[in-house]
């Protein structure tokens, strides 16, 4: 039997699960399955989607230390991180299990006749893509809300978090319809192709460049995409910031979990000629790094040897082009690195412009708060900016100025609110936003209906 393996990052040698690997005439017969429930999940109304969801919710409630403990071994994040994940995805089930009885469209006046009004309606079967990563929340904050419209779900997890997967569908499926959630494990090139080719509506989590392509697969068959993809995002340090508790907060959110998140912090811009070298290096040496399920590590291996291929190129062309290493100029132990802050790049330099998923930061220097912002929006995506100062007046000005999805002020670039909304502009993102009611739009569309005399 041809199968799919995933190793933990730690111990290359642990297999934490061999899958069978499917074929896309195995997802043609899972998507046909699906929306034969997906008409019966619809039909059952409100009640029984709220009652499926919350017993979906209370039983990944009950294993919640056991998906804690896979998401550590699986993809390398710390224990506590790792379970707050997994309470998130918890949240997640339990928040639209009552969504599920919020109205489905509007009343209007009828300008000839009776009644007018709009409803809301699931498009049918949602195809998801989904990254290693975050293997229990980015799952979940698709496939609930997609669930909650009425829609039926076909995931193609990543194939590092295949165990993460399995368990999803292992604990949700069984509260719902026969054939109404469904995991697939198999190449992109096959299975992927064949879940983003025939799903009635896509969303994706990953790179630029596999989401562009999703993207124009979706258009040519003209069916709705949402597409997460790169950040490079900034943290702008302005001349009256608390310097100690700034450090911290921007050290956490850029090399927490390897800085392996697409909202981890990339650049720290800093306004003026302060010290804030100081402190940061401080904070960042202070992460520790170590055995994920050890409680106080903040700090995990790379996913995969290429990962740690890509960074150490990046690291080394930053070198070579005179960047200084303030810390963690020090060789790789297994897939496990120390995080990098470099100074002495310009703004324009490949490590400063392109993502590196990895626990790293460039420093720059600006000499107004304007010059600073200008910084931030320069690059070619826009999905998270942190802003970290005292005045008010001048945070929420260029908070207005960012070109990006989320700003963050004298808060971490990394961690979102499952209940507002969640995406990013230009290169970072492509069509409407995640999470929250905001979700609901794209798992859904509209239909007007007139009710005329007879």
């Known amino acids: 039997m041809d199968v799919i393996e995933s190793r933990s990052p730690q ?60 998401v550590a071994r699986e993809v390398g994040k710390p224990i506590t991180e790792a379970r707050g994940e997994v309470q998130r995805g918890i949240s997640i089930l339990r928040y639209y299990a009552q969504v599920s009885y919020l109205p489905k469209g509007d009343m209007f006046p009828p300008s000839n006749g009776v009644m007018l009004w709009s409803e809301r309606r699931p498009h049918g079967v949602v195809g998801l893509v989904t990254p290693w990563n975050f293997p229990v929340a980015i799952p979940l904050w698709k496939a609930v809300p997609a669930l909650c419209a009425g829609n039926a779900v076909v995931m193609k997890p990543s194939q590092e978090a295949i165990a993460c997967a399995l368990l999803l569908q292992e604990v949700i499926a069984p509260h719902l319809p026969e054939g109404l959630f469904s995991v697939v494990v198999g190449s992109g090139s096959e299975v992927g192709n064949a879940v983003t ?15 562009r392509g999703i993207v124009r697969v979706a258009a040519d068959r003209n069916v709705p995409v949402q597409a997460e993809m790169g950040g490079l995002n900034a943290a702008i340090v302005l001349p009256d910031a608390d310097y100690e508790r700034t450090a911290a907060i921007i050290a956490g959110g850029a090399m927490w979990f390897a800085g392996q998140k697409c909202t981890a912090t990339s650049r720290v811009i800093v306004v003026g000629d302060g010290d804030f070298e100081t402190p940061f290096i401080n904070a960042v040496e202070a992460l520790h790094i170590g055995d994920p399920m050890d409680p106080t590590v903040t700090v995990g291996p790379l996913i995969n040897e290429a990962s740690l291929r890509d960074f150490t190129t990046a690291v080394d062309g930053a070198r070579a082009s005179g960047g200084r290493f ?53 690059v070619q995506y826009g999905l998270v900016t ?31 609110d499952f209940y507002a909304p969640f995406g990013g502009e230009k290169m970072s993102s492509y069509g409407p ?3 929250g009611l905001a979700a609901l739009d794209f798992y859904s569309h509209t239909t007007t209906v007139t009710l005329a005399q007879h």
């Open 11 to 70: 111990d290359p040698s642990d297999i934490v699960v061999a899958a069978p690997r499917m074929t896309a005439a195995d997802v043609a017969d899972i998507v046909q399955r699906a929306r034969i429930a997906q008409r019966q999940w619809w039909s059952a109304g409100a009640a029984a989607r709220a009652a499926g969801l919350h017993a979906a919710a209370e039983a990944l409630a009950a294993r919640a230390e056991e998906a804690s403990m896979l």
């Open 197 to 211: 080719g025939s799903a009635d509506c896509i969303s994706f989590t990953g790179s630029t460049a596999v989401g």
């Open 326 to 378: 303030l810390t963690g100029d020090a060789p790789a132990e297994g897939l496990f690195v120390r995080p990098v802050v470099m100074a002495g790049l310009a703004p324009d330099h490949p490590l400063s412009c392109n993502e590196v998923f990895g626990p790293i930061v460039t420093m720059h220097r600006a000499a107004t708060p304007e010059d600073a912002i200008a910084m931030a929006n320069s």
């Open 386 to 416: 942190g802003i970290h100062g005292r005045d008010v007046n001048l945070l929420t000005s260029l908070a207005s100025q960012a070109h990006s999805g989320i700003v963050k002020i004298n808060a971490s670039t990394s961690g979102v």
């Open 433 to 435: 936003r995640e999470q």
